[in-house]
């Protein structure tokens, strides 16, 4: 059974920091391809980070040295801590691991995620 469960979100001022977390629940997820991607109304879900198997961070542009991702081995979570938010990156985000086999698009692309959580909204007012 795969479950991902994201927390962490919220109402925030520009200029403030978030920590987003997203548990989990998925065979041998170490070995998995995560990350993170946002949607704001009315756009596509975009790639913010991703953190391969091998350690590999990408960052989409517009986030660098702001967002950074990482996982925690004892808790079974995926972060992302933001900061320095911008009323532009509001959004829901969500979180993504990448299932065994299926075409792969790139690291940001949707299209090579085949499991995905909830959300959770941010506000950047």
């Known amino acids: 059974h795969v479950q991902l469960v994201e927390s962490g979100g919220g109402s925030v001022q520009a200029g403030g920091s978030l920590k987003l977390s997203c548990v989990v629940s998925?065979?041998?997820?170490?070995?998995?391809?995560l990350a993170w991607f946002r949607q704001a109304p009315g756009w596509e879900r975009e790639g913010v980070a991703s953190?391969?198997?091998?350690?590999?961070?990408m960052y989409r542009d517009s986030v660098k040295g702001r967002f950074t991702i990482s996982k925690d081995n004892a808790k079974n979570s995926l972060d992302l801590q933001i900061n320095s938010l911008k009323p532009e990156d509001t959004a829901m985000y969500y979180c993504?691991?990448?299932?065994?086999?299926?075409?792969?698009?790139?690291?940001?692309?949707?299209?090579?995620?085949?499991?995905w959580g909830q959300g959770t909204q941010v506000t950047v007012s």
């Open positions: 993504a691991a990448r299932g065994y086999g299926g075409n792969w698009y790139g690291p940001l692309e949707k299209a090579s995620y085949g499991y």
């Open positions: 998925i065979g041998s997820w170490r070995n998995r391809c």
């Open positions: 953190l391969d198997s091998d350690g590999k961070i």
